[in-house]
């Protein structure tokens, strides 16, 4: 299955980079091997998800948005999001919708979310000594207890351990968009004064990878320093860009777009900006801190041994190795 998930994320990015959409006529799917496979991963995917839906109805107790809010999550034997659809909805939604509202949790919400973490151990590994202050903070904050919403709120530096991950890697590392209708793109620090014009049609990559490492808009763009985002950054000459200041989105959690003025893009922004991303910045801290309260961990191989390879998202050639030591001095 994740094999499947990944072969369509290759897919999705050479569609969207091939000049071409030969996929279109209609003979490709039988005579083009790399479609031939697009389409078998897609089968394995459709009918896993299918197997799902068909269980979740056959079980399915129908009640409304209120009650289902209501419900106790935590001595519920199955409680996903799939539930929770099949239940709210009951009949009026087809196997269709309900298909691809799984799928696009499944690629938008699965991949991202295994990768950041991905990069987030991989930046910890080399950086010892933050992991151990990651630790220090988790013992201060949590001991052995367990997590909750206020507990969160006080694990800081994991916190920015997540978004520093996400900065050096993106996913995905690049934002697609088409042009509507002709249109001129400003020029930007060191670009051309009068901008750049854009006739309808043009597809446009945003570069977040760039971004996010660019060096007028970072110190030490290519280093990992969680600790970057506590402090306001002016505008020091650069044209069009009003700086890095906390202050700008009082009591928000987590940096973002609003707070960099958009040099910090891992969930794009605007009215397509990512509906997941909170709940993703919950799900990789609570996980990471999981794995740090329990684990020390060291890369198997060295750091230049990690190929990336991109796919949609940024991920590993071939996985992320590494020797996982059990905290014993703290349990
Ligand atoms: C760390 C994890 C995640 C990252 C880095 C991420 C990043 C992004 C980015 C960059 C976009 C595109 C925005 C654009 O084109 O401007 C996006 C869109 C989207 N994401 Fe996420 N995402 C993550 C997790 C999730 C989760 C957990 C869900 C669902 C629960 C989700 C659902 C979506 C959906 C539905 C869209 C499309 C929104 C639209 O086009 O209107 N994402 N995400």
Redesign the pocket.
């Known amino acids: 299955m994740l094999n499947a998930v990944y072969g369509a994320l290759f897919e999705a990015e050479h569609r969207s980079t091939f000049y071409v959409p030969y996929w279109k006529f209609p003979l490709a799917r039988w005579l083009v091997p790399r479609q031939r496979k697009f389409h078998k991963d897609l089968k394995v995917i459709n009918d896993c998800l299918d197997g799902l839906i068909r269980n979740a109805k056959e079980t399915r107790q129908e009640t409304d948005v209120e009650k289902l809010q209501q419900r106790d999550y935590s001595n519920l034997k199955d409680a996903s999001l799939l539930r929770f659809l099949v239940d709210m909805r009951g009949d009026d939604v087809d196997d269709r919708q309900l298909r691809d509202d799984l799928m696009?949790?499944l690629i938008?919400?699965h991949e991202?979310?295994a990768a950041?973490l991905t990069w987030a151990v991989f930046l910890l590994a080399q950086n010892p000594s933050k992991m151990k202050k990651a630790q220090a903070e988790i013992e201060q904050v949590l001991g052995q207890g367990k997590l909750t919403f206020e507990l969160i709120k006080q694990l800081k530096y994991i916190r920015l351990i997540v978004v520093e991950s996400?900065r050096l890697y993106?996913?995905?590392p690049l934002?697609?968009r088409r042009s509507l209708k002709p249109d001129v793109l400003p020029g930007g620090h060191k670009g051309d004064k009068d901008g750049y014009a854009i006739p309808s049609g043009t597809d446009i990559f945003v570069s977040?990878y760039n971004l996010h490492r660019s060096p007028y808009l970072w110190d030490n763009p290519n280093e990992f320093e969680p600790e970057r985002f506590l402090v306001k950054r002016n505008n020091e000459g650069i044209e069009g860009w009003s700086g890095f200041d906390p202050s700008r989105s009082p009591g928000a959690l987590y940096p973002n777009e609003i707070i960099s003025d958009f040099a910090f893009?891992?969930?794009?922004?605007?009215?397509?900006?990512?509906?997941?991303?909170q709940?993703?910045?919950m799900?990789?801290t609570i996980a990471l801190t999981l794995l740090l309260q329990n684990f020390d961990v060291e890369l198997r191989g060295s750091p230049e041994e990690v190929e990336l390879v991109t796919g949609a998202t940024i991920h590993t050639k071939n996985g992320l190795w590494c020797r996982l030591k059990k905290r014993s001095d703290v349990h």
């Open positions: 696009t949790m938008a919400g991202t979310t950041v996400l993106p996913q995905p934002l697609i977040v893009l891992p969930f794009g922004g605007g009215p397509r900006k990512c509906v997941g991303d709940f993703a910045l799900e990789s």
